[in-house]
């Protein structure tokens, strides 16, 4: 018989760096678990994610065990490390802060195609493209479905 569900905690932590402090402490703490236990097995299993941002979804069940999973790292903070920026625009619609090209947000859609509500991965670097937009980004270059949809959307 299935383990049944008391709730998700879902959190964004460095890969390779989770500890006790704060968010990480609290957030588990507060649903009784075992807060060091997370943190050895969720460093252990994003090593090779050192430093970057990586969200992740735990699953806490009656028992007070817990199982976790890893996604993959928010657009936001990949469209930043693609354009070399610290941060996006106070202002999107008005100060640009960088600019990205079709082959960088496609390579982003195919890495996070699996956490996207899309079935294509023109739709993907659609929503990819969108994000980047909302942050101040400039999108060179002509879309790779062709420059009669460019024109569709402007």
Same mark, same amino acid.
């Given at each position: ?51 970057? #941002?990586?969200?992740? #979804? ?97």
């Amino acid at each position: 018989m299935a383990k049944e569900i008391e709730g998700f905690v879902k959190l964004q932590v460095k890969g390779g760096q989770a500890n006790p402090s704060p968010p990480v402490g609290p957030a588990l703490g507060a649903k009784g678990l075992n807060i060091m236990e997370f943190c050895k097995r969720f460093n252990a299993r994003t090593q090779e994610k050192q430093g970057q #941002v990586v969200p992740v #979804v735990i699953t806490v069940y009656k028992d007070k065990s817990f199982d976790f999973v890893i996604k993959t790292s928010p657009a936001a903070v990949q469209l930043m490390e693609a354009a070399k920026i610290k941060k996006g625009s106070p202002e999107s619609n008005r100060t640009k802060v960088g600019s990205v090209s079709w082959d960088q947000i496609k390579v982003i859609a195919e890495d996070k195609m699996s956490d996207l509500n899309a079935f294509t991965i023109e739709s993907a670097m659609k929503m990819i493209a969108g994000t980047g937009r909302s942050m101040g980004l400039t999108v060179s270059g002509t879309p790779p479905w062709g420059a009669e949809a460019e024109v569709e959307e402007a």
